[in-house]
């Protein structure tokens, strides 16, 4: 399938490469650099049509329990909704282009618990030890029982 079957539009003459699209779709991130300060800026206006989509779609994607959803629930607590669903349509977007442009590529989920699991649990018993040292505690760690 191409990308106009699937959008109904034609593809944008500089989308070689996912990243090219998501900066025509205007989905990219924007970082606006002054006196070595660094803010991020809107993305743009874009195609609207692409960009309605778009964004339905990580509306729904950031209510399941998947991947994406995760991503936004991770990203909606330091950034706010209107940039969590940007990050997630921009996802989606690159997504969609990696599963038209080559046919042998099957989409997997990497599941809501992939940052989870990427944690090792001793380093990171270890900095909240230190944390709460830090914040005058005197920590002591016990093993829990379980049950059997």
């Known amino acids: 399938m191409r990308w106009s079957q699937a959008t109904g539009m034609p593809l944008p003459p500089a989308a070689d490469t996912a990243g090219h699209l998501v900066s025509w779709a205007?989905?990219?991130?924007?970082?606006?650099?002054?006196?070595?300060?660094?803010?991020?800026?809107?993305?743009?206006?874009?195609?609207?049509?692409?960009k309605g989509m778009i964004g339905e779609a990580a509306m729904a994607a950031a209510r399941t329990d998947t991947f994406l959803g995760a991503s936004y629930r991770r990203l909606v607590k330091h950034r706010g909704h209107k940039k969590a669903i940007v990050a997630v349509a921009r996802s989606l977007l690159v997504i969609v282009w990696h599963i038209i442009n080559d046919p042998a590529a099957r989409f997997e989920d990497l599941g809501a618990d992939h940052h989870q699991r990427l944690?090792?649990?001793?380093?990171?018993?270890?900095?909240?030890?230190?944390?709460?040292?830090?914040?005058?505690?005197q920590v002591?760690?016990?093993?829990?029982?379980?049950?059997t």
Request: hydrophobic content about 35%.
């Open 26 to 50: 205007k989905l990219a991130p924007r970082t606006i650099q002054s006196g070595g300060k660094n803010t991020s800026g809107p993305t743009g206006h874009g195609n609207p049509w692409l």
């Open 119 to 137: 944690v090792n649990p001793a380093r990171k018993t270890q900095a909240l030890v230190r944390q709460l040292q830090a914040l005058g505690h």
């Open 140 to 147: 002591t760690l016990a093993p829990v029982e379980t049950a």
